[in-house]
């Protein structure tokens, strides 16, 4: 059973960062897709980045300010958020894929971690 598990969210001003973390245990060398998305209330879940061996995708609105990469050495997925924005507030997940990021597809999510933004 693979099991996401995120870490790393908390409150902050506008224009701070955080590091967000996702460990999947004996999953982080796989070739295939991993991303971060974001739920904020009354809103539709959202994909923010996605990365597979070959690929890395980022939603418009977080680009230039996130980044998302492996941590071979901690076997670990990483969101690395700068400058936040209030509009950034959201529940943050982490999922993972039996396939590449082109098939769109993610079997097994984390249980969120909270991210509050205040301006």
């Known amino acids: 059973q693979v099991t996401p598990v995120e870490s790393g969210g908390d409150s902050v001003q506008a224009g701070g960062s955080l590091r967000l973390s996702c460990v999947v245990s004996?999953?982080?060398?796989?070739?295939?897709?991993m991303g971060w998305f974001r739920q904020a209330p009354g809103k539709q879940r959202e994909e923010i980045a996605v990365i597979d061996a070959d690929f890395t995708r980022y939603r418009d609105s977080v680009k230039g300010r996130f980044a998302i990469f492996k941590d071979y050495s901690k076997e670990t997925l990483r969101l690395q958020m700068n400058n936040l924005k209030p509009e950034d507030t959201a529940m943050y997940y982490c999922?993972?894929?039996?396939?590449?990021?082109?098939?769109?597809?993610?079997?097994?999510w984390g249980q969120g971690t909270q991210v509050t933004v205040s301006s």
């Open positions: 004996g999953y982080i060398y796989s070739r295939y897709c």
């Open positions: 999922a993972t894929s039996d396939e590449y990021c082109s098939a769109g597809h993610f079997a097994y």
